[in-house]
T-cell receptor, first 109, second 115 residues
């Protein structure tokens, strides 16, 4: 099956700093999503981005499908950005997602 | 507010017990999923369902079964719980838009400990 690798595995930032999270995948995908899991365990969908660039406030994402990677940018980080960020993909007509192992982000004051 | 509700936040069961984890969604979604989350492994798909009475195995179905008798409810069953099934279990539902977007909503998870 498709492999999804995320880097870095852990990241510590001071409030106000910017960061880039990376997701590499091993095959062509028709669905790529970024999720944020808050410290209480709730997973929230951030972006649906199988290709191209999207922005939502301080967050933006870019997927280069031909090179099989996606980037999530966090600007002016806040403590509420802490948690785990997951990249997830699917192929073909299936809606089931394959998740990466996540990037754990801690934003400190 | 649309929701996926998991019946228990925390659960402790004994080895060999039959365990039921319940998930209910109120969004009329066709697709429902059960994942387990373990440190360093991300989320792994156990079973999923595209319709009532339909089920398909995910990546790690061994030791689990599922039931979907009604569209809004998807149950995960541990036939004989073992300590290696201690984990966080996450239920999700999804819809499919004409543009191919699968919108996912997750429940808040059930942390199961098998002793």
């Amino acid at each position: 099956g498709i492999q999804v690798e995320q880097s870095p595995p852990d990241l510590i930032l001071q409030e106000g700093a910017n960061s880039t999270l990376r997701c590499n995948f091993s095959d062509s995908v028709n669905n790529l999503q970024w999720f944020h899991q808050n410290p209480w365990g709730q997973l929230i969908n951030l972006f649906y981005i199988p290709s191209g660039t999207k922005q939502n406030g301080r967050l933006s994402a870019t997927t280069v499908a031909t090179e099989r990677y996606s980037l999530l940018y966090i600007s002016s980080s806040q403590t509420t950005d802490s948690g785990v960020y997951f990249c997830a993909v699917s192929t073909g007509t299936a809606s089931k997602l394959t998740f990466g192992t996540g990037t754990r982000l801690q934003v400190t004051l | 507010d649309v929701k996926v509700t998991q019946s228990s936040r925390y659960l402790v069961k004994r080895t060999g017990e039959k365990v039921f984890l319940e998930c209910v969604q109120d969004m009329d979604h066709e697709n429902m999923f059960w994942y387990r989350q373990d440190p360093g492994l991300g989320l792994r798909l156990i079973y999923f369902s595209y319709d009532v009475k339909m089920k398909e195995k995910g990546d790690i179905p061994e030791g689990y079964s599922v039931s979907r008798e009604k569209k809004e409810r998807f149950s995960l069953i541990l036939e004989s719980a073992s300590t290696n099934q201690t984990s966080m279990y996450l239920c999700a539902s999804s819809f499919h838009t004409p543009t191919g977007h699968y919108g996912y909503t997750f429940g808040s998870g059930t942390r199961l400990t098998v002793v």
